[in-house]
């Protein structure tokens, strides 16, 4: 499409520039000899070989501009597809690769930064190619067109073109130097700004909340403030440029009618050609003071794509080529699993090892900062042991493609981490191929009666962007519903209660007892609070990354050590030794 765009505008451009030729020969043949054809014979037979040869010099132009204008509209067509199609592709390429990056490249940016680089290579790019199309490819045409039309009156005339162009290009583009620079630092600051933007409007209700709103005004404008003053830097640039381009120009179409006039005083040229020549260099030179925009969306553009380029070297999460497939999750075993953050100075977990088969449900418990939460990132593959091994099935983790096994698992964590839009969206976010009467039924199994029964629209409720609607027990049923629509194997609860206040506790870990009850999952959970895990087959005590105790509840407390005190400390009351423990 693009080599069709450029055969396009190739046309659209030389028969533009036929107009100019058919003016020069009107010129020629019609005004300075009106009677041309006709001088020896009568005046009547001239004036109708005059008119007839006027006639058919306004249908060579009519129909020169048809084409033209023809050719310019397809011309148009084709460019606007070539544009949305190539900006579509760019934007979708890079949110591919995005996605597709190790969680640990999340970590360490803001996710507004990546969406700002996205966009901005996108409108870049379609910029420059549009500015190619209507501004650079047309002139490019224009020099060839009249080099070949002119090489046969005189081998010097397209040199005043060629010469002229080729200073004027050369002058733009080393004044454009600077721009590239200064468009470089704008688009690293206009992704910082993005990405502050982002967490700002995602944390609103706590900027709010604090009376924190002119404190992000004023910071978030230092970010623009900072944008506009290398703006007007660069808009300082292009006046620049733009002033010297315009006087080059000037004094190239001068020089040229110069060189004309005295090609006409050594007869080489004829007053047509001569009209003719003096429009190709309003033609050519006129669009070439828009070279300085062109030059200026290309730096633009350069600058987007280099950022694009910097994201494409990132590498992918790995994958391996040929998976091993996992059907059905039957067993999830860690065999001295080792993990460590690059900022870590020590290891997140250190030797852990535990079996878990279906069925059963075991727990990890500890105080804060013992590994728990990288055990489920470890888990579910966003995080890859150092050393170790976790298996599937009895299939190792770096032989598995983790996209597929992620299906067969369902997770439930302390933020929710709904949608905006309705119940029914937010629950076909994980199952699209879902009825109304699944999405019904999971909502129940997660007790969401209540829910249900005050929802005005039913599933279609709209909830607010990240359940803002909903009480925090409400978003919790939620989650678990979306959690049991995928039918998984696998369930993970991590700290599923402890943002909730004692009572809401309570119920949820109800609705969380009664799901595993029906040994249908294996299930792991990862608690702070001990009252959610007290059912639990086994549970392994952390601290600092290391399993020090394992056992049930009952033989937990009876040991007297961590787990207990963490018992005491919750609970705050457990009768003799023998008698069961009041909660």
């Known amino acids: 499409m693009i080599f069709l765009a450029i055969i396009l505008a190739a046309v659209n451009q030389s028969f533009s520039l036929l107009n100019p030729i058919m003016a020069g020969r009107i ?12 001088l020896a014979h009568k005046i009547h037979r001239g004036e109708t070989a005059y008119y007839h040869l006027a006639l058919r010099f306004i249908a060579y132009i009519m129909g020169i501009a048809m084409v033209s204008r023809i050719a310019k509209n397809f011309q148009d067509y084709v460019v606007n597809v070539v544009i949305q199609k190539y900006g579509a592709q760019l934007y979708t390429d890079g949110l591919r690769h995005a996605l597709r990056l190790p969680y640990q490249d999340f970590e360490d940016q803001s ?11 996108r409108a870049d790019c379609e910029k420059f190619i549009n500015a190619f199309f209507n501004v650079l490819l047309p002139t490019i045409v224009g020099i060839v067109f009249v080099i070949v039309y002119t090489a046969p009156i005189n081998p010097y005339l397209p040199l005043v073109y060629l010469g002229g162009a080729a200073v004027l290009g050369f002058l733009t583009s080393v004044l454009s130097k600077r721009i590239k620079s200064v468009q470089k ?34 910071r978030l404008n230092t970010t623009t403030i900072k944008i506009l003053k290398l703006e007007l830097k660069k808009v300082r640039s292009i006046r620049t440029i733009s002033f010297i381009q315009g006087t080059f120009v000037n004094f190239l179409q001068q020089v040229i009618v110069m060189c004309l006039l005295f090609y006409i005083f050594r007869g080489i040229i004829n007053p047509g050609q ?9 033609f050519i030179f006129g669009p070439m003071q828009e070279i300085g925009n062109v030059i200026l969306s290309y730096r633009e553009a350069e600058a987007s794509l280099n950022n694009m ?18 059907h059905s999750i039957e067993e999830v075993k860690f065999t001295n699993v080792v993990f460590q953050h690059n900022s870590a100075s020590r290891p997140a977990l250190d030797g852990i090892s535990f079996d878990v088969k279906l069925g059963e449900t075991v727990a990890f418990v500890g105080p804060s900062g013992s590994g728990k939460t990288t055990l489920v990132k470890l888990l579910v593959g966003l995080y890859h042991p150092i050393t170790g ?18 299906r067969q698992m369902g997770l439930v964590t302390q933020d929710p981490q709904l949608f905006s839009g309705t119940i029914r969206e937010n629950l076909l976010f994980v199952n699209p191929g879902a009825t109304d009467e699944d999405i019904i039924s999971v909502l129940q199994k997660a007790s969401c009666q209540t829910l249900l029964s005050r929802a005005d629209n039913g599933l279609d409720t709209i909830i607010g962007e990240g359940g803002l609607k909903l009480s925090g027990g409400e978003r919790q049923r939620v989650s678990i519903a979306r959690a049991l629509l995928r039918q998984p194997r696998l369930m993970i609860f991590d700290e599923a209660t402890s943002a909730l206040d004692s009572l ?28 959610t895990i007290m059912h639990a087959d086994r549970i392994y005590v952390l601290e600092k990354g290391h399993v020090i105790e394992t056992g049930n509840h009952q033989s937990l407390l009876d040991e007297k050590g961590l787990y207990y005190a963490m018992w005491r400390q919750q609970i705050g009351e457990r009768k003799e030794p023998g008698t069961k423990v009041r909660h």
Do not use: C, W
């Open 27 to 38: 010129l020629q043949q019609l005004v300075t000899h009106p009677h041309f054809y006709d």
């Open 309 to 326: 380029e910097e994201l494409f070297k990132k590498p992918i999460a790995f994958t391996p080529d040929n998976p091993e497939a996992i």
């Open 111 to 121: 996710s507004g930064q990546t969406l700002s680089v996205l966009q901005k290579v």
């Open 504 to 531: 809401t506790e309570d119920e949820i870990s109800t609705t969380i007892r009664s799901i595993t009850s029906q040994r249908q999952h294996i299930t792991i959970m990862i608690a702070h609070r001990l009252s």
């Open 274 to 282: 001569y009209l003719s020549l003096t429009f190709f260099s309003f």
């Open 185 to 218: 630092n704008i688009v690293r600051e206009t992704n910082q700004l993005a990405g502050s933007t982002t967490e700002s409007l995602r944390n609103i209700e706590l900027v709010k909340s604090l009376g924190l709103t002119n404190q992000e005004i004023r």
């Open 389 to 406: 091994n976790i298996f599937y099935n009895g299939h190792e983790e770096a032989n598995i493609d983790y996209e597929e096994l992620r």
